[in-house]
């Protein structure tokens, strides 16, 4: 009993403890509630606390699998506040590393997402990454590893395009109940609005039991139509039903007149030009040279449009075109023939302003052409803008006719000195209104040199007038000076007068007493010399219907004929630009001729820019690299000419070690290295789809050193030491090889068949069967010397060094047949170029060019040379009316502390190939673009050109990007 009472009073001591702490509870809240200046704010004590991030979770692809060429990602993010809260996903990206594919995810109140993007342009394996931020600024990254080139989500599914239907097939997919067929047929990607058709999308239900479907109908030529097949799989009453997707696969239905080109003809090129078609980047356009057989690639490009000027004038060509897209058709073919009487190309006039008057001469001073305007006296024209030249000023009271001019600062004035009909008149052109200076009567006056102070007026038959003191009025003296002749145009340089006088030719002047002249010289010409220029040691003078005729005026005493150059018509005027090594000439007939003068002995025309109108006088200006000819003609318009020569300008260089050949595919360069001793032998791959910042990708090492490549289908095929060896694109490693004892140097591939040529010192032509890549067969060789070689219609040419040129019919590759041999006369054939019905091939030594006619390839023939002595060349392309020669030039320089060593220049010059007399036309300014002390060997077996660039192995210099602005 006692334990029981003790029991319960320690109950109640208990109970009386709990109420005096509840108590002093409730005491401390109501105390903690009143002294509060606030209200509790619950969300924002959470949001304070809130550390935990989103959550992304993604369902599909599964982690390193492999993805479609379209990737579609699905999945779900989340996220909850610290007290299981619900929180807020602000927003989610994402993106592919190392790449520019990025973008911003929808998703729903329920966090789900899904998204797509292409994998075309991606590496083999890629990384997605996605990120969420949430309500607080709490982020979460993860990254998703994938690896691309699987078909689709149902595997087996294919789409083929077979004559004028489409056909799909694929492999029953498990537990299907039923197939739904989604396309589109406008390059957009087709999905369900609510399970109806959205987009112009096309919906087609097929059975179960269907593997295979055909559509005939709902087909639009010429425009890509994207697939995608649904499975509808019933799992169980819990699941329901479970929906397996395919990726997206493109097919492109074609017939043969969808994209068949519309030809436009010209001089000297054949406009192609064809449909475009939505989503399609690149065509490659076919050409047959005979009869609308025998097609041959000769461009990928990335427009609807292709001008075709490597092309011969009057012959007939066909076109084709094909989409760059697996499994698509040539089109039908068109044809055309390019002009072959005519060889004025089409007109280059930048711009023109019709002046109130007759046009009769020009002289231009910084922003201003100065123009005598016959009874219109003088007009100022600003010339700022080329294109868009503006009257600035005139001034009209001038006594007689305006026929020539020439403009000269003088102590802080400028003057325009003007012969007219009744002698030389001086304006004053310092502001923009024009105001009298002074009148000289002067009978025949026809043209003006100014010498400091003094004046040469040319008076045709009356000699020259000389003008001692000419812009001091008061103090001048006048000097009549008798010249056999009929006295057109003058010149001063260097108190040496240069004058030209009709039918009697050109004759030189010592003026360093001004009023008493000393004839040094005079140098007949062969027409009637009617315009003068002077630059370095040369005389150029416009001589009528004779052209352009050259003096060597080195020693003003004994000055001897250098060259000429005919041109069509009558040459009244010429300038010069001696930087560029070129003439423009005003010609009555062809307009303003383009003369290249870089070898005086031997100037040609390389660009005719036919205005269709007189020209009497030309002037040259120069802004920054633009060169433009402003000609005058009879009916009083002013033509503005860009005259800027083809110039080539290195872009970049690339050191590779040893770079021997290049090759290019789409927007991948392939770079064949090695000297057979470098520890960097192989096949380097670079993007260059930033020409100007080619990006390096991959390296194969190789059992040689790389001198040559060539691509087919998905391998790179290399000629090295030991052979050939064979590269699997998509792997970058050895599919194959085959061994030759003598090494090769340079191969091309025509379909099944590879072809090797041995080393420069060596014989061997070796025709190697590659239709299996990992077993490549020797099904032929040729004992010759093959220094180069090219493919065209089925034919293999040989430049075959002494023996000439060699022609193969390569038709069969189970009976390869000699052809034919062309000798050429006395010279070694090494590089060899093909265009057309012509082969032309160069000796590398000297530089000659031999042109043999290959219309019949049985009985091929010398047609002509081209003899000119150069550099020693190393590879050669043709572009247009040119032959691209890459150069080596040596020389033995003193050079500071190393003191005298041979140094090689390299470099790219043009050979000009087209009219009656074919050279050198141009070496620019920027030739010299690489320098060493070793002798460069073994470097540089061809050109890559891809657009306006060409990329040129430069052996241990790795390789140049040269910008061909011709383009």
């Given amino acids: ?153 149902i595997p087996s599914f294919k789409v083929e395009v077979k004559g004028e239907s489409i056909h799909l097939s694929w492999e029953s997919v498990f537990l299907a109940e039923s197939y739904t067929l989604l396309y589109t047929q406008d390059n957009t990607y087709p999905f369900e609005d609510n399970g109806d058709e959205g987009n112009g999308i096309i919906i087609r239900n097929i059975d179960k039991s269907e593997t295979s479907y055909i559509i005939d109908q709902d087909i639009n030529y010429g425009s890509l139509h994207i697939f995608q097949l649904k499975a509808y799989c019933g799992i169980d009453a819990k699941q329901g039903i479970k929906i397996v997707t395919s990726g997206f696969i493109k097919a492109l239905p074609l017939s043969k007149q969808t994209l068949a080109p519309r030809i436009s003809e010209f001089n000297y090129s054949l406009g192609v030009e064809w449909n475009c078609i939505e989503g399609i980047e690149e065509y490659e356009v076919y050409r047959s040279e005979r009869d609308g057989t025998h097609y041959q690639l000769i461009k990928v490009v990335n427009k609807n449009s292709y001008e075709d000027n490597t092309i011969l004038p009057g012959e007939l060509y066909y076109y084709s075109i094909r989409p ?19 060889e004025l190309p089409y007109t280059n006039v930048s711009g023109e302003l019709e002046i ?26 600003n010339i700022s803008d080329p294109i868009h030249p503006a009257e600035y000023s005139k001034f009209e009271g001038i006594s007689g006719s305006a026929n020539n001019i020439t403009v000269i600062d003088f102590e802080k004035k400028r003057f325009a000195c003007i012969t007219t009909s009744k002698g030389l008149e001086i304006i004053d052109v310092t502001n ?40 001091d009025p008061v103090n001048s003296q006048i000097i009549s000076l008798k010249v056999q002749g009929d006295v ?90 001696e930087e560029l090594g070129i003439a423009i000439v005003a010609d009555d007939v062809a307009g303003v001729q383009a003369i290249s003068i870089m070898n005086p002995e031997s100037p040609i025309i390389y660009q005719t820019y036919n205005i269709n109108n007189t020209v009497d006088k030309v002037e040259l200006v120069y802004y920054s690299n633009e060169i433009y000819s402003y000609s005058v003609t009879e009916d009083g318009v002013l033509k503005i000419i860009d005259v800027t020569p083809p110039l080539i300008t290195s872009i970049s260089r690339n050191d590779l070690g040893s770079v021997n050949n290049i090759v290019i595919r789409g927007d991948l360069l392939y770079a064949a290295c090695g000297t057979g001793n470098s520890g960097n032998q192989g096949l380097y791959s670079y993007n260059i789809s930033d020409p100007e910042n080619p990006v390096k990708e991959q390296y194969v090492e190789t059992k040689g050193a790389v001198y040559a490549v060539d691509i087919n289908g998905k391998y790179v095929y290399c000629v090295t030491d030991y052979g050939l060896e064979i590269i699997d694109i998509a792997t ?68 075959a060094g002494d023996s000439g040129l060699k022609i193969y019919d390569i038709s ?37 060019v031999q042109i043999v006619d290959i219309r019949d390839p049985s009985t091929p023939f010398w047609d002509s040379s081209i003899y000119i002595t150069f550099p020693k060349v190393k590879a050669a392309f043709l572009r247009g009316k040119y032959i691209y020669a890459y150069l080596i030039y040596d020389m033995i320089i003193d050079i500071p502390v190393i003191g005298q060593r041979k140094v090689f220049f390299h470099g790219l010059s043009l050979i000009n190939i ?26 540089c077996r061809g050109f890559a050109v891809s657009g306006k660039y060409a990329y040129i192995p430069c052996g241990e210099l790795g390789f140049r990007i040269i910008n061909l602005l011709d383009e």
């Fill in 914 to 939: 087209s009219g009656s007399n074919p050279g050198i036309i141009h070496i620019p300014r920027t030739f010299l673009f690489a320098i060493e002390f070793t002798s460069p060997q073994n470097i």
């Fill in 732 to 799: 970058f490693k050895r599919s194959g090889s085959y061994q030759i004892n003598s090494g090769a140097a340079e191969i091309l591939i025509m379909g099944d068949i590879g072809i090797l040529s041995a080393p420069e010192d060596r014989r061997g032509l070796y025709f190697i069967d590659i239709s299996r890549p990992t077993t490549p067969e020797l099904i032929h060789t040729e004992d010759i010397y093959a220094k180069d070689i090219e493919i065209q219609n089925n034919f293999l040419y040989v430049a």
């Fill in 324 to 342: 760059c897209f697996p499994g698509s058709i040539q089109s039908y073919a068109n044809c055309g023939r390019s002009d072959p009487i005519s």
């Fill in 488 to 577: 057109r145009d003058v010149v001063c340089r260097d108190n040496i007068l240069y004058i030209v006088k009709g039918r009697e030719g050109f004759e030189i002047f010592d003026i360093n007493i001004p009023s008493q002249p000393e004839s040094l010289c005079r140098q007949d010409t062969n027409g009637f010399a009617s315009g003068v220029a002077v630059s370095g040691n040369y005389a150029y003078v416009a001589d009528g219907y004779e052209g352009l005729f050259i003096i060597d005026i080195s020693s003003s005493k004994s000055p001897n004929y250098k060259g000429c150059c005919n041109t069509p018509g009558y040459s009244s005027d010429v300038a010069i630009v």
């Fill in 1 to 153: 009993m006692k334990n029981l009472l003790l029991k319960n009073n320690i109950q109640e001591v208990r109970m009386f403890r709990k109420k005096i702490i509840y108590f002093v509870l409730i005491i401390i809240m109501v105390l903690l509630f009143v002294s509060c200046p606030t209200p509790f704010d619950e969300d924002m004590v959470l949001k304070v606390n809130d550390t935990i991030k989103p959550e992304i979770t993604i369902i599909s692809p599964v982690e390193m699998t492999e993805c479609a060429s379209i990737v579609e990602v699905s999945g779900t993010v989340t996220d909850k506040a610290n007290k299981k809260q619900p929180g807020k996903v602000a927003g989610v990206r994402y993106k592919i590393l190392n790449s520019p594919i990025n973008g911003i995810i929808d998703f729903n109140d329920s966090g789900k997402f899904s998204f797509h993007f292409e994998t075309n342009k991606l590496q083999t394996a890629f990384t997605l990454q996605i990120t969420a931020t949430d309500w607080n600024g709490n982020t979460t990254e993860i990254q998703h590893y994938l690896r691309r080139d699987m078909e689709n989500g």
């Fill in 812 to 848: 069969k590759k189970e009976h390869i047949s000699y052809k034919a041999t062309c000798e050429i006369p006395g010279l070694d054939t090494d590089l060899l170029i093909l265009k057309g019905t012509y082969a032309f091939t160069v000796n590398s030594y000297n530089g000659s």
């Fill in 356 to 381: 109130n008057g007759s046009i009769e001469g020009i002289s231009i001073i910084e922003n201003f052409a100065y123009i005598a305007a016959g009874s219109g006296g003088l007009k100022i024209i």
């Fill in 432 to 471: 923009q209104t024009p105001a009298f200076f002074y009148r000289y009567p002067i009978n025949t006056a026809c043209s003006v040199a100014v010498n400091s102070n003094n004046a040469y007026v040319a008076c045709e038959e009356n000699g020259i007038t000389i003008i001692e003191n000419v812009f």
